[in-house]
């Protein structure tokens, strides 16, 4: 069964400044997605970034990138400039490619708080 | 255009009860997918619906069911509520292709007392 893993519960970072969020993940697979999720108060889990296993170059969506790192199995996100409503759970999640159930393993989270 | 919404936002049940969730996806999207997320964890897959067919199943209890309706809705039924039930339950929809991820709405909170 895929695991995924996020062992920070939680982070700060000044606004202006970058953070990274890490994750790991353990798969027999080759092929599938990898994502970040963000939480708000809200509730809503709103979708961040998107990785494809097969594309070696690193997913970037505006202020947020990844380090996908493939042999270690690793999947982290950085926020570049944080901004007060990063402030928010963070999800890594992980889906498996072809047929099938398309379902989404989630890590446990990580709680960003951003200091004004 | 609408998001993915789920009704209602709130319940409160007692133990021994039922329950019914609702969910529309996004117009156009086929797939509707189910998750339980109890306080202070991630969210866990329950069900996966395309086309009014169950495509998979979490390790849930039979106590948990789920149906697709033709205009591609969704409910989630729970029968015998337990305490340990109680959670955000997230609704997710996708269309045919999940390249792009799920798009979820803001959630059942089911308190069980």
């Known amino acids: 069964a895929q695991t995924v893993t996020q062992s920070q519960p939680e982070m700060s970072v000044q606004e202006a400044e970058t953070v990274t969020l890490s994750c790991t993940y353990d798969?027999?697979?080759?092929?599938?997605?990898l994502f970040w999720y963000k939480q708000p108060p809200s509730r809503q889990m709103i979708l961040v970034i998107r990785q494809e296993a097969y594309k070696q170059q690193n997913a970037t969506e505006n202020r947020f990138s990844v380090n996908f790192q493939k042999a270690a199995k690793s999947f982290s996100l950085k926020i570049s400039d944080s901004q007060l409503g990063d402030a928010a759970m963070y999800f890594c999640?992980?889906?498996?490619?072809?047929?099938?159930?398309?379902?989404?393993?989630f890590g446990k989270g990580t709680k960003l708080s951003v200091i004004p | 255009d609408a998001g993915v919404t789920q009704s209602p936002t709130h319940l409160i049940k007692t133990r021994g009860q039922q329950v019914t969730l609702r969910c529309s996806p996004i117009?156009?999207?086929?797939?509707v997918s189910w998750y339980q997320q109890v306080l202070g964890q991630g969210p866990q897959f329950i069900f996966q619906?395309?086309?009014?067919?169950?495509?998979g199943r979490g390790n849930f209890p039979d106590r948990f069911s789920a149906r697709q309706f033709p205009n591609y809705s969704s409910e989630l039924n729970v029968n015998a509520l337990l305490l340990g039930d109680s959670a955000l339950y997230l609704c997710?929809?996708?269309?045919?292709?999940?390249?792009?991820?799920?798009?979820f709405g803001s959630g059942t909170r089911l308190t069980v007392v």
């Open positions: 997710a929809s996708s269309p045919k292709g999940v390249r792009d991820g799920y798009t």
């Open positions: 999640a992980y889906m498996r490619s072809g047929a099938g159930s398309y379902q989404l393993t």
């Open positions: 619906y395309y086309e009014k067919e169950e495509r």
């Open positions: 798969t027999s697979e080759s092929d599938y997605y």
């Open positions: 117009s156009g999207h086929k797939s």
